[in-house]
């Protein structure tokens, strides 16, 4: 299947925004199961960047792409710790406003990808995006696998 990593991250990205929407508008009994889709498709998305997509950009041993990189990666840091601490809390008022501080921190990461990491990215993967594209979708099927045999 020939993709293109960029459109592969930009549909990851409008898929959470569409969990975060929904978990908005979910009944409170149902919200706890949302945000665990959520953390979820979170965590894949950002294991398939760091594992190859990121790597790929980094791999330019140009100073502006190490650091986007790794703001990049600093701001994936923050966000698996908003979720470390969710996980570990009932579901109620202050569950719902962190998952606002979490909504708020994705939605600026996700900005800074795609205005300033996927554009550069694009023109320097050129060429590439084929061989790309089959890893990122490699480490995603994985990832699909591991959680279905529940050792995620
Ligand atoms: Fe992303
Ligand atoms: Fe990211």
């Known amino acids: 299947m020939a993709q293109n990593p960029i459109d592969m991250i930009v549909a990851d990205h409008r898929t959470v925004e569409r969990l975060f ?3 908005q508008h979910a ?3 149902e919200r706890r199961s949302i945000a665990e889709r959520l953390f979820g498709a979170l ?4 294991r398939m960047e760091e594992q190859v997509f990121y790597p790929a950009v980094a791999d330019q041993k140009e100073r502006a792409a190490t650091d ?3 703001e990049a990666q600093r701001e994936h840091g923050d966000i698996k710790l908003m979720i470390a ?4 809390r009932a579901p109620g008022a202050a569950f ?3 998952m606002a501080n979490l909504k708020e921190a994705v939605e600026h990461h996700v900005k800074e990808e ?5 554009p550069y990215a694009a023109e320097r993967l050129s060429g590439h995006e084929n061989a790309i594209a089959r890893e990122m979708e490699r480490v ?3 990832i699909a696998h591991a959680d279905e045999r529940g050792i995620a």
């Open 21 to 23: 929407a929904e978990y």
């Open 27 to 29: 009944a409170a009994a």
């Open 43 to 46: 965590e894949a998305h950002a």
């Open 68 to 70: 986007r990189v790794a």
């Open 85 to 88: 601490e969710l996980r570990n």
């Open 96 to 98: 719902d406003e962190r």
């Open 114 to 118: 795609e205005t300033e990491l996927l």
């Open 140 to 142: 995603k099927m994985s």
